[in-house]
């Protein structure tokens, strides 16, 4: 569970929120810091993200939220859009576990917020997969720890492979076009060869082995996952 908190950019936290959720995070909002608190204690995240306001008084948010008995282990990654190096050390100072500074790309936020849930996860306060597991037939991705588990076995996927399979499982039995998967995996869809797609979804075939049919090729149109059971 991951709440994003903010002062008055409602877009951004729309696009933080909507960010998080395609990559199966689980997200509560809150709109208002003053509720921040009891939100925290009725939602019990595993990890906050604050979506700084110039002139907020960010800091002091944090400061007062560790002041908290119960608050002070809660992961926190903050995200601003104007922060100065001095900023960006008084937020840290502050209570912070991580801040990063817009505009950003995607992969860094997640890579970043990643990096915090699996300290969640090492530290035993929660299990992976209630932190964010998908699975699809007999293929299960953990997203914090980046492994894919492929009926039973590990299976080494690069991080393109690992991302293209994540957002097919995320909607399973959708008909994908091409260049919806360049813009979703890749963010730079004008650069990259549909081809390029085509390499990857041949290599995750072969590395998924006898579940390779699950990836289907819609002709005419691009790729679908379809969750339907391996015969043995």
């Known amino acids: 569970m991951l709440i994003a908190v903010d002062a008055s950019d409602s877009k951004f936290r729309a696009q933080l929120q909507g960010l998080l959720e395609s990559n199966g995070h689980r997200v509560v909002e809150v709109a208002s ?33 560790r002041a908290q008995p119960d608050m002070r282990l809660l992961p926190v990654l903050c995200v601003d859009p104007k922060a100065s190096p001095g900023d960006t050390v008084a937020l840290l100072d502050a209570g912070a576990d991580d801040a990063i500074t817009r505009p950003f790309q995607p992969p860094i936020f997640l890579a970043r917020v990643r990096t915090l849930l699996r300290r969640v996860v090492w530290a035993g306060d929660a299990p992976e997969e209630v932190v964010t597991v998908l699975t699809g037939g007999p293929i299960e991705l953990k997203l914090v ?22 957002h097919m499982l995320k909607h399973p039995d959708r008909a994908f076009k091409r260049d919806e998967l360049l813009a979703a995996v890749w963010n730079y869809p004008g650069s990259v060869e549909t081809r390029t797609l085509d390499k990857h979804v041949e290599s995750l075939r072969r590395k998924v082995g006898r579940c390779a049919s699950l990836i ?12 339907a059971p391996v015969k043995a």
Not at 152 to 161: A, F, Q, S, Y
Not at 216 to 227: D, E, K, L, N, S
């Open 33 to 65: 810091r003053a509720g921040a608190v009891a939100a925290l204690r009725a939602a019990k995240p595993h990890l906050l993200v604050v979506s700084c306001a110039e002139g907020a008084g960010d800091a002091e948010f944090i400061r007062s939220l």
């Open 145 to 166: 720890s980046r492994q894919a588990i492929v009926t039973g076995k590990p299976v080494e996927l690069t991080r393109l492979e690992f991302d293209l399979l994540a």
């Open 216 to 227: 289907q090729t819609v002709h005419g149109v691009g790729y679908r996952f379809t969750p």
